[in-house]
């Protein structure tokens, strides 16, 4: 069974650093689409980034651009959102995202494994 943990959510002010953690258990993604997406309360889930462990290619929405990283470490079979700059609209559940294949996850609709979420509230 694949289970996606979240954790290293948390309260931090704006301005402020946090690393989210996504640990994969029940499988290996290492050539799948692996990411993040969050919600808001009132809103509807969207995209954060994405990589394609496989071909490299990364996305990230505008929203976040320039103020997000991810990384993963094979090793500990753990994809990580580093996130810098934050802003109090940033406050969010965050759900790690993989998909069954090497294809772009942009939607919600795109995701086939889902984590619980963790979250991420930002101060003014």
């Known amino acids: 069974q694949v289970q996606l943990v979240e954790s290293g959510g948390g309260l931090v002010q704006a301005g402020g650093s946090l690393r989210l953690s996504c640990a994969v258990y029940?499988?290996?993604?290492?050539?799948?689409?692996m990411g993040w997406f969050r919600q808001a309360p009132g809103k509807e889930r969207e995209f954060v980034a994405a990589k394609n462990w496989s071909g490299g290619n990364t996305y990230y929405a505008d929203s976040v651009k320039g103020r997000c990283t991810i990384s993963r470490d094979n090793a500990k079979n753990t994809v990580y959102l580093q996130m810098n700059s934050l802003k109090p609209e940033d406050t969010a559940v965050y759900y790690c995202?993989?998909?069954?294949?090497?294809?772009?996850?942009?939607?919600?609709?795109?995701?086939?494994?889902w984590g619980k979420g963790t979250l991420v509230t930002v101060s003014s």
């Open positions: 029940g499988r290996t993604f290492s050539s799948n689409t």
């Open positions: 995202a993989a998909r069954n294949d090497l294809r772009t996850m942009l939607l919600a609709t795109d995701v086939d494994y």
